[in-house]
Structure formats: C-alpha cells, structure tokens
C-alpha cells in the first residue's frame, strides 16, 4: 500500500478536490440567474424553460449512486479526472447552444459528469484524510466551499450575464475544471486499490429502473402544464413511473449487489431524514425559481441585483445551520429543531403568498427569504446528521449518497412540479380576466399569481415535510442519544473534561449497573468538622475514593442541573473531599471523572440541608499483547493495533513496536473486538474480554495475504499488453478484484484470502488461467492474448 500523501500535499490537493466540488453545486443555481435571458435568446417556452434546470438535477441525482459504484471499479482519481473533463466538455456544449434541445441534452450531460464527479471527490477525501482531526477539519472546509455554492452560483450568473451574456454562466465551467484537473493531476494521489472490490459488480436493472422511473415522473408533472392532468398521456407517464419505483425496490431487494440497500431507506430515522431533505428541497428550489423571475421579469430587476436579492436567504441558511442547529442539536432531540424549523420556513411561504405587482423587496421578500432559510437551515444540518447516524459501515457511502440523492431528485421535482401549477394558474387567471388582449399588466398581475399559487403548494410541503419528521423520527439515536437520561445528557460535560475520555464517558451514561447508578453512601452520622465546614445551607459534598477505597485526589466533579447546564465544578483534595453549591432545592446530575478512572455519573437530591454524597470510582484496564506472524511466528513491527467496543466505536488504537508489542489503556471494562492489520498480511478480528484492573494479555497471529502476478502478452510474438483488463475470480465465481496491465503488460493482486482462483485477462480474445494461492511466494500467471485474426 502507497504511502499516505504529505501533509501540505494533501490540504493542497483539497483545494483542488473542494473546487471541483464548487463547480458542480454552482451549475445547479448559476442557470437559474441567467435563464430568462437564455429563454429568450433560444425561444425556450415556459412549460420547457424549467428542464434548463431539472435535466440537470434530474440526471445527476438519478445516476449519484451508480456514479460511487463506477469510482470503486475504475478507480477514485481517474473518476474525478473523467468527470472533470466530462464536465467542462458538456458546459462548453451548452454555451454553444443553438436550440433547446442542444442546450437541454448539455445540461444533461453536464448532471451525468457530475454524478461522477461528486462521490469521486468525497471518497478521495476520505482516502487522504484518516487521522479524525484532519479528517474533521478536512470535510468542514469542503462542506464549507461547497455549502457556498449556491450564493456563489447567484451572483456569479448575475454578473456573467449582465456584463457578458448567458452563454458564460456555462463557459466559466471550462477554467474552473481546467484548474481542478492540473492540480489533481500533480498533489491528489492514492494507492490502487486490488482489494475489496465486492463493490465492482454493477446493479445495471437497478440504475435503468430508477432512471427511467424518476424521469417519467417529473415529465408527467410537466406534461400535465400543457395537457391538463387527466390527459391520458399525463396519466400514463405517472402510472410508468410506480411501475418503474416499484419494480426498482423489488429488484434492490432480491439482487446480490443492490445499488440502494433497502436497509439503508427502512430505518425510520433515515427514512425521515431522506424525506425530510427532499420535501423541503422540492419548495425551496420553486422558490429560487420563482422569486428569479419575480425579481427580474416583474420588478425589472438586472441579473446582477437578482443575484444580491438572494444573498439574505444564503446568510440565513449559513445562520440556521451553525448558529442554531449546530448549538441546540446535542443538547435537544433532533425532532425539537426539525419541526419548528419547518413551522418557521412554511411561515415564511405563506408570507411570500402575499405577493402582489408593486410588493417592496424590504417589506415582503427579504423578510420571507430570512424566515424560509433560517427554518430551513435548522432543519437540514440535524436531518443530514441523522441520514448518516448509526449506519452500518458497508453502507457509510449509500448514505452519504442518498442525502445528495434527495437533494437532487427533490430539486428536480420541485421545479418541475411547481412550474406546472404556477403556469396553469397563470394561464386561467389571464384567460378568466382578459377581456379580449390581456394588457401587459393583467400578464404580469397573472404571472405573481401563479407565482402565489405554487409557493402555497411549496407552503403545503414544508407543513407536509414536517408532519413526517413528527411521526417518524423519534430523536433516540444518532451519533449520541438525543434524548436520553439525565445522566446521559451530562456526558457532553464528561467529554469536555480534560480528564474524560471520550469513550469511557459514553460508556459511563449507558452502562446500567456500576457507571451510571452508584449507591449513594449517605452517612448515617453527622459530618465530620471538616466536612461541615464546607457544607452549609444548600449543597452537597463529600469524598471521592478510587481503587480499594482509598480516598482519590485530583479527581474532577461536575454539577449540572437536568436540563443539561453546567452549575459548577470542584476538584478533590489530597483526602478525597469536596464540596459544592447548588442554587436551589432539587435534583442535580453528579459527574466525577478522575485519570486512570471510569467516569461515573449519578442524579443526587438536595434538600435544605446540605447532602453528604461519597462515591467510588472503578480503575480503567489495559490490554497488550504481540502481533506475530502466523507462519513464520515472528513478530511483526509497525501493525496497526484497533480497539473497538460492541457498537462499533473506536475506543483506542496503537501500533506495535520492533518487538511486535502494543499497550492501550485507559479501556473500560467488558468485551471489546481487537483488530490487527500489517502490510503483506491479512487482517485479524478477535473478540477479548477486558478486566475491571490490570492489564488483560492478548496475543495475535496475522496470516500473509497471498499473492498473484504476471504479464499479459499479445500476438506471435508475445509483446507485452499494457492497459489490458485483468480480472480475479475465486471458487465461488465472485469477481473479487480488477485491474489493468501496466505499459510492460505486468499486473499484480496482493493481500488476497487463501485458496483457487481464476485470472482472466481481456482487450482481444479473452485468455484464462487458474491457480492457488497460499500466502507463501507470490503465484505467477502469465496470460496470451490471441488476436481475432490469429
């Protein structure tokens, strides 16, 4: 396995990665500014004028998933790469338009690069970017860059479309992704991945059927525009549509290798999280599409000033979701921020129903724009954090990628949708108020009305979005609990303690017996002088004793009240004694946490007398060992050394020193699984039992992983066959990796399980050949290509 980048070549390489990112999020807003000047110029209709957007969204959100199938088989980098140039070639195609048709099958192609662009650069990210703080700071400045697309995207289209023309909201693509593609070429570099590839087989039925379903879906509301909703054509494309989701979830479920694991969508928490996001995503781009058009075709705004017009809502956005979600969403349930946080943005649509010909910007719109995003922002952070809690980590990615999925495809029926009612209503408002030619203003007066009336839909479906969050997600799981005990709600305290580790904190709030509820030691006796010194009128106090009951210095206490707010802290003295204030009668959360301790929390009951609280807290394990070879018995230096505990969370880690030894410490007693993995050598899972003190022993043995090489040669005279596929086989007839030959015509397979498999090469006449691997020398297979006229 290659080397993990250099630091500076790895932030350098964000940069890059980030940028291509910002490309793809701007293409979905950039048009949005620049469409009424391009309708214009191409003759686009109003019932078509939408597709500009929706071909866009419609086919990057469709083919998202499969996009992060196609980077597993062909690889991460070269993906990116594709995409890259993909996707300035199809913007450059779009610039060049000439017709609507050329236009709309660029944007197309556009969303189909994209869908290949997107889940290439958050797995590179999260190849270069393992260490957690790294990886942490990493992805918040991507999201960062990318979050800001969307303004970015407004304003940029209003400036190229003003000082230059349409065209450029398109061209500028090419620079962008021109930079992306030098800069990834020299800084993002990752190892080839020759394992792991049970991903590579392709769920083709799977991607065909959810295509196919969601573009009749969204032609039928857009069809209904021009031939009403009960025309047989219209009805039609809505019953394809079922036909084509249904079938997709049958075939997700019977296949081996589905594209969307049901798993992932059953869970009622995901479920209406992903529902959440799409619902509101589906107003908010009728919203972007409609206030466009107010601005520009009925205020006469420039494109420049539409795109200002906007940058109130990104401000709320930003706003809701670091100032309010990101400060609320660990200490209420995320169902407590998501409602309100749909209530207030469908607050802010019925607001902007009351838009008429002549409404200010500063009396109806700016303070709709702050309503909607401020709801709105509070709502997306906590629904994204829940779409990608507690999942399985096989299926980590499907996750990830079903959010931007329910962002795309929420995207594209709600352009599509709303577009249809607002042309509808403006249609019967001009036809049952004209009196022969409409006059420009009854048109424009028709125009806001049918405007009115699709953001009273979009009010409908954020009110709609939000009675699924009531009923569905019930706020119990996440990264942490988001309801739970009081004695759970402490642990945040506990983690921002110094002395706390973080996993031993969240053990303390879930295990039921010793961590989280410890007898209170009330003495029966008064206390001593010392002790009453400290304890007068309303507080508790007392001692704190570790290991064998003798008293604990240093030890750290947190008082907080129910609710979650810290009241106080204190630390024991050399004989274990403490003493805190409480405001109040009542009952408190107790958190003592000590070095080489497990944390403990407790609920305590003052009174007007001051209570004596003693408590002990239970020393921290260790675990150690040697990692060996299994064949040679050797140790093996340098192995990464993981600790997890039952649900999955990484509680420690090391690696083994030149005798192949390793110690962790600081583990909380009960069954952990130890993972062990070197270079060369398959990895080993086994599940110990740690103490409640000392240091548990456990050894590990690592088994070579095998490997397979050779050359394929082509021809009479066996030249060697560079960039020729090679594919493995094993005995059960899964395809288990692939590759291709090198310029020499050499391959290589390593870290590969003991047993018989197949190696099968293809660029002609596809050669086979058949051998064990037992993990001792390297197995050789070297393969000829019979051309089709030998």
Not at 117 to 130: G, K, N, R, W
Not at 359 to 386: F, K, Q, R, W
Not at 589 to 600: C, F, K, R, T, Y
Request: aromatic share 6%.
């Amino acid at each position: 396995m290659a080397a993990q980048p250099a630091v500076s070549r790895r932030w350098t390489a964000l940069l890059f990665i980030a940028l291509a990112q910002l490309m793809v999020v701007l293409d979905a807003t950039i048009v949005n500014i620049a469409l009424p000047s391009a309708q214009r110029a191409l003759h686009i209709s109003d019932g078509d004028r939408q597709w500009v957007i929706t071909a866009y969204t419609l086919v990057f959100g469709g083919l998202l998933l499969f996009g992060g199938r196609i980077a597993d088989l062909v690889g991460r980098k070269r993906t990116f790469l594709i995409g890259l140039v993909g996707f300035a070639g199809a913007s450059a195609i779009g610039g060049a338009a000439v017709n609507t048709g050329m236009l709309l099958g660029a944007r197309a192609l556009q969303g189909a690069f994209g869908a290949l662009l997107a889940p290439a650069a958050l797995s590179l990210l999260a190849t270069m970017f393992t260490e957690p703080r790294e990886r942490a700071k990493a992805f918040g400045i991507y999201g960062a860059i990318a979050g800001g697309g969307s303004a970015v995207g407004l304003i940029l289209g209003g400036v190229l479309t003003e000082y230059l023309n349409w065209r450029w909201a398109l061209y500028v693509n090419v620079p962008i992704a021109a930079v992306a593609f030098v800069g990834a070429v020299a800084f993002v570099h990752v190892a080839a991945s020759t394992g792991g590839q049970q991903r590579a087989r392709l769920d083709i039925p799977g991607v065909i059927l959810v295509t196919a379903g969601l573009v009749s879906l969204v032609y039928g509301f857009t069809r209904a525009e021009s031939q009403g909703w009960s025309e047989g054509g219209v009805i039609g494309l809505f019953v394809a549509a079922g036909v084509l989701l249904v079938a997709f979830v049958v075939v997700e479920a019977l296949t081996r290798a589905p594209l969307l694991p049901l798993r992932v969508v059953l869970d009622r928490n995901r479920g209406g999280a992903y529902l959440a996001v799409g619902l509101a995503v589906i107003a908010m781009f009728g919203l972007f599409l409609f206030l466009t058009y107010y601005l520009q075709i009925v205020k006469g705004y420039s494109p420049v000033r539409s795109g200002l017009a906007f940058l109130p809502f990104t401000a709320g956005m930003i706003t809701g979701s670091t100032q309010i979600a990101a400060r609320l969403m660990h200490r209420v349930p995320a169902r407590a921020l998501m409602v309100p946080g749909l209530l207030v943005a469908a607050a802010g649509m019925v607001l902007l129903t009351q838009l008429k010909v002549d409404s200010s910007y500063v009396g109806v719109v700016l303070p709709a724009e702050l309503l909607i995003s401020l709801g709105l922002g509070s709502t997306m952070m906590p629904a994204m954090n829940l779409a990608t809690s507690g999942v399985a980590p096989q299926d980590a990615g499907v996750a990830s990628a079903m959010v931007n999925t329910a962002q795309q495809v929420g995207g594209s029926i709600g352009t599509a949708l709303l577009n249809t009612i607002a042309a509808t209503a403006t249609t019967t408002y001009i036809a049952s108020h004209a009196h022969g030619r409409p006059s420009g203003l009854l048109v424009a007066v028709g125009q806001v009305h049918g405007f009115t009336v699709a953001i009273w839909w979009g009010a409908g479906i954020i009110l709609l979005a939000a009675l699924f969050v009531a009923v569905l997600i019930n706020g119990k799981r996440g990264g942490r609990r988001l309801s739970a005990s009081p004695a759970d709600r402490s642990e945040s305290v506990v983690e921002a303690s110094a002395r706390a580790r973080v996993s031993a904190g969240a053990h303390a709030g879930t295990r039921p017996v010793r961590a989280a509820q410890p007898k209170p030691a009330l003495s029966a006796e008064s206390p001593s002088a010392g002790d009453a010194s400290v304890l007068g009128g309303t507080a508790v106090g007392g001692r704190i004793r570790g290991a064998g009951g003798a008293p604990l210095p240093g030890a750290t206490i947190t008082l907080v009240e129910l609710g979650g707010r810290q009241l106080g802290r204190a630390t024991t003295g050399d004989d274990g004694s403490y003493a805190l204030a409480v405001p109040a009668a009542g009952s408190y959360v107790l958190i003592v946490a000590a070095d080489g301790h497990q944390p403990q929390a407790a609920t305590v009951t003052v009174g007007d007398e001051p209570l004596f609280y003693e408590l002990a807290l239970s020393g921290t394990s260790g675990l150690a060992g040697v990692v060996r070879s299994a064949t040679t018995g050797g140790a093996i230096a340098g192995a990464t050394v993981v600790v997890t505990d039952l649900r999955g969370d990484i509680v420690a880690s090391a690696e083994t020193d030149q005798s192949g030894r390793f110690s962790v410490n600081d583990l909380v007693s009960g069954t952990v699984t130890l993972v062990a993995d070197a270079n060369g050598y398959r990895p080993s899972a086994v599940r110990v039992e740690v103490g409640d003190q000392d240091t548990t022993q456990c050894d590990v043995e690592l088994r070579a992983g095998g490997r397979l090489k050779g050359t394929v040669r082509a021809g009479a005279g066996n030249t060697p066959l560079g960039d020729a596929r090679v594919a493995l086989v094993n005995s059960a007839g899964d395809t288990v990796a692939v590759t291709t030959t090198s310029p020499d015509g050499e391959y290589a397979f390593t870290d590969l399980d003991h047993g018989e498999y197949t190696v099968t090469a293809s660029a002609y006449r596809p050669a086979t050949a058949t051998m064990t691997v037992d993990g001792t020398d390297p197995a050789t297979a070297d393969l000829r290509l019979g051309h089709p006229d030998e």
